[in-house]
Every structure is written in C-alpha cells, then in structure tokens.
C-alpha cells in the first residue's frame, strides 16, 4: 500500500523488513509515529528534534529516519471518527517498528484501552521496561545507581486476559455451581476473575528475555512469579521458563542451583545464570539487593507492579521508557499519560518518549545514535537543566521548556 489513513507514504524512505527473523534496516527506513494526545503533541515534537540530531550527528547524510504520522485516539477520532483506525494499526505491521506518545482512554468508547488494543492486535507480547539511574535525578532511595534492571512482562495473558463474572449475575452464579461440582466451594455471593497463563505464552517472553541477556551478557536471569500460591499459572510460568532454559539455551545457561550444588558457588564462565524469585520477595530485593540483578522476566501483573516501582526508584516515571514487541513488530512509548492539564503549555518532561527513541536506535541496530542521545541526556540532567517536575525535587536546578530541554540535549549530543 502506498497510503494509510490517505497519508501518503514517504517516497524518501524504504520499509524496514523482517527476512529469518532479523529485522533488516534500510538507511533511510520509514519509521510511523502516532503524536498522541494532551502533552503527547508536546512531547512528540521536542523527542523528534532530538531523535534527528542524533541521527545527523552519528551518520550525517548516509543515513534518517522518514518518519511517517499514523493516527490514533483523539486526533484519529476528530479526522475519522475512530479512535484506533485499522490503517494506523496496519501501518505499523507495514513498517514493522513504530513509535507513540500516551494516548487518552476514551471514556464510554467501547474499548478498554487503546494501548492494550494495540498490543493485543499485534501481538506486541513483550513489554520491555529497562530501569537505570542517571546522576543528579532525585530518589527516593540511598543508592539508586545500584538498580539496573530491564524487565520483560508478558503483554497478553494472565490479567490482561482476565475473565470476570459480576456477584450476583446468573453467569457468576453458574460458574460457582460448576466449580462447586469440581469440589471448590466458593461464597455464593463472590465475584468470580479467572486468569489465562500458558506455556506458549511464558515461553516466548522467557525467549525474548534469555537472547537480549545473551546478547548483551548481562545476567543472571530472574523469572519473578508468585508460584507458592498459584502453582499451575504462576508456578508453571517458573517451571515453563527454566524448561525452555535447558531446551533451547542449555549450552548457554546454568540455574542459580546448579551453580551452588555442581560448581561450587561459581557459574561456568560464559554461562547466564537462571534464577527465580518469589513476587514478594522480589520488591525487597530490588531494594536492598539492587545490583545483584539485571533482567527480570514476570507475567502480566508482577510486570506491571514491579516495572512502576523500579521506576520510582531512580526517579520516577516521567523518564521511564518502555516498548512493546512481537515477533513481526515493536512499538517504542512513553510510559506515562497524557497528562492533559499541561497539554500544549511546553512544561512537561520529554524523557520518557526521548528514552524509548533510545531503545529504538538499538532495536533497529543504530547504536552510535542510541549511545549520543542517551549520553546527551544524561549530560543535561547533570548540569542540572530540566523540566519543572526534576526542577522542584532539585536543589540549584534551572527549570526549562520542554523545548528547551530538547535544545539543551542536542547541545549535549
Ligand atoms: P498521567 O497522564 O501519567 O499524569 C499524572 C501526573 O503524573 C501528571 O499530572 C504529572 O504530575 C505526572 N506526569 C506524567 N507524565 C509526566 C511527564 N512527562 N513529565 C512530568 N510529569 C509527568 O496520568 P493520568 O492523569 O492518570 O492519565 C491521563 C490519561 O492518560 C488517561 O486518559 C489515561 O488513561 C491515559 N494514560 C495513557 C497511558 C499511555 O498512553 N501509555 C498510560 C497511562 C495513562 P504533576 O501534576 O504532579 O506534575
């Protein structure tokens, strides 16, 4: 197709393709982006200026990004009366890597939410969140450097597909009469949630998680569930995790038990240690065994908990990115909202979506443009120029426009 949402497609750029697995980037790929909405358009376009300076800066002319508008929520639903048009969501299947702003839940819209639309119709099953610490931003703990994590939550399954039935209603009340023939009493006038955990699905989370710890050698890996109390989907996402270990990574892995019983407490060199904790054990190490972990791999709901908490921990969501990949696409975002009421007044911090450009630049295989933004970042804040929500926790900061911390960053870049 040579258009979507009757937007042209860039005729100076080339479609990124998967061939056996890998992407295959062209020089000038087209990349779409969707604003998104409130300080969505803010943040967009202070991340886009810095993306493109970065980009220059490591490649001058060999290589850009053509970047392509796809629209979703509020200025789809003005132009075309939706919120999540099927050409936007297969614009980014086109062009397989994409990138967002936070998107408002319509309210009484019929959809939950569109960012779980997206990851549900294309299958973006890993939600990948890394966590680190840069000097001068303000923490709620001692050592924050010490967290350096990237968490892997799986994006479709346990409570993202949850099955509710309402107390009271006639479907809740012929569940409980069912479980009750199987021998589980249930209190007549509960609300019933079942919650979906399969092999297939902890299994590619677990692969995506064991290559990006390979390929970077970064260990050990966690596998965060809550198995001593719910065996058969939380403990199986354990169990299923360290079969796919041995199976398909054998040659390559070692569990944190065999390490103590057959190495005598040392991991083979060149092995990624596997290992397991219990969810709420999990939240105390992190915090008061920081560096003892690297990539976490969780289902749905520990994911979400714990990648927010991590967050907070070096600094807050307001810089923490994230992206949601499968197989034939990935979509790089701001963790954060929409924050309406600072939409358009140029205040809010960009960090988030600048820090998801980052992952981008190294999921597409650019990482020159990847290290200078991330470096230009991290420069700006510890010359202690930042937005007004780093600003007011700072002591001696210059508080600047979101625009302002773009231009500061591509100074630094
Ligand atoms: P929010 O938009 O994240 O904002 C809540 C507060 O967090 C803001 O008022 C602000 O706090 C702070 N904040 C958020 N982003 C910031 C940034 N970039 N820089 C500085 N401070 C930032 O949460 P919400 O108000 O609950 O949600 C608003 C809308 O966003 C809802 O429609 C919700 O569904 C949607 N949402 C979308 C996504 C997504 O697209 N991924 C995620 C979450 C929520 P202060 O006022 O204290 O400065």
Redesign the pocket.
């Known amino acids: 197709m040579d258009s979507f949402n009757g937007m042209k497609v860039p005729s100076n750029g080339q479609r990124i393709r998967i061939e056996e697995g890998q992407l295959r980037v062209p020089p000038h790929p087209i990349i779409p982006f969707i604003e998104?909405?409130?300080?969505?358009r803010d943040?967009w376009k202070a991340s886009r200026r810095v993306f493109d300076a970065a980009v220059a800066k490591a490649y001058g002319d060999s290589r850009s990004i053509s970047w392509f508008e796809v629209f979703a929520?509020e200025k789809a639903h003005e132009r075309f009366g939706e919120w999540l048009p099927k050409d936007s969501v297969d614009a980014i299947r086109e062009f397989v890597v994409a990138i967002?702003?936070?998107?408002?839940?319509?309210?009484g819209g019929g959809i939950r939410?569109?960012?779980v639309a997206l990851r549900q119709v294309l299958d973006l099953y890993a939600c990948v969140r890394p966590v680190r610490y840069f000097p001068g931003v303000p923490s709620p703990v001692k050592n924050p450097e010490r967290l350096n994590v990237v968490i892997f939550r799986e994006n479709t399954e346990d409570v993202y597909a949850g099955i509710e039935f309402q107390q009271g209603t006639e479907k809740a009340r012929k569940v409980i009469e069912f479980l009750g023939a199987l021998g589980h009493q249930i209190r007549p006038d509960s609300g019933i949630g079942i919650k979906p955990i399969s092999a297939f699905g902890t299994q590619r989370l677990v692969r995506r998680a064991i290559r990006y710890a390979l390929e970077r050698g970064r260990g050990p890996l966690t596998l965060v569930h809550k198995g001593n109390i719910m065996k058969f989907t939380e403990g199986a996402f354990r169990d299923w995790g360290y079969e796919l270990a041995h199976q398909e990574f054998g040659d390559r892995t070692v569990t944190e038990q065999e390490v103590s019983e057959k190495f005598g407490g040392k991991a083979p060199p060149g092995r990624l240690i596997i290992n397991d904790r219990i969810a709420d054990s999990m939240f105390q190490q992190v915090l008061t065994r920081s560096a003892e972990y690297a990539v976490l791999a969780t289902p749905n709901l520990n994911g979400d908990y714990l990648s927010d908490a991590c967050a907070a921990q070096v600094g807050?969501?307001?810089?923490a990115p994230?992206a949601n990949i499968g197989d034939t696409a990935a979509l790089f975002?701001?963790?954060?909202?929409?924050?309406?009421?600072?939409a358009d007044k140029d205040?809010?911090?960009?960090?988030?979506?600048i820090l998801s450009g980052v992952m981008l630049f190294e999921h597409i295989g650019w990482p020159e443009a990847a290290t200078l933004i991330n470096d230009g970042f991290a420069r700006t804040i510890a010359q202690k120029r930042v937005?007004?929500?780093?600003e007011?926790l700072m002591d001696g900061a210059q508080k600047l426009r979101t625009s302002e911390f773009a231009d500061a960053i591509i100074e630094n870049v």
Do not use: F
Request: proline letters at 9%.
């Open positions: 998104g909405d409130g300080t969505g943040i929520g967002k702003g936070p998107l408002t839940t319509p309210i939410s569109l960012n807050g969501l307001g810089i994230g975002e701001a963790t954060h909202g929409t924050a309406p009421k600072y205040v809010i911090n960009p960090g988030s979506l937005t007004y929500d780093l007011r």
